[in-house]
Nanobody, 125 residues
Framework: QVQLVESGGGLVEAGDSLRLSCAVS????????TGWFRQAPGKEREFVAS????????NYADSVKGRFTISRDVAENRVYLQMNSLKPEDTAVYYC??????????????????WGQGTQVTVSI
């Protein structure tokens, strides 16, 4: 069983940066594909970024490309989402997810078996 715990959310101003962290337990981070998704009020959950276990594959939503970076720390068994140049439209609950297929960096939420509880990110004007 894989457990994911997100942290690092908060209230920031437009243009600021924030780094989200996802602690992974139950599997080594290199043995799973991982992704970040977000859900804004009244909207469906949407893909943000994903990476394969060894990081050789990475995908980003067009809306965050060039601003967000997904990474993982093997020693700490954590996944990160570095978010720069934040915009008010980035406001959402951000979720970390894990896929048992380590060689994949899927963008499809239904292909992730494990999910964290989410962390709120609010970007003010």
């Amino acid at each position: 069983q894989v457990q994911l715990v997100e942290s690092g959310g908060g209230l920031v101003e437009a243009g600021d940066s924030l780094r989200l962290s996802c602690a992974v337990s139950g599997r080594r981070v290199v043995s799973v594909g991982t992704g970040w998704f977000r859900q804004a009020p009244g909207k469906e959950r949407e893909f943000v970024a994903s990476q394969s276990g060894y990081g050789q594959l990475r995908n980003y939503a067009d809306s965050v490309k060039g601003r967000f970076t997904i990474s993982r720390d093997v020693a700490e068994n954590r996944v990160y989402l570095q978010m720069n140049s934040l915009k008010p439209e980035d406001t959402a609950v951000y979720y970390c997810a894990a896929d048992r297929r380590s060689s994949y960096a899927t963008v499809r939420a239904e292909e992730y078996e494990y999910w964290g509880q989410g962390t709120q990110v609010t970007v003010s004007i």
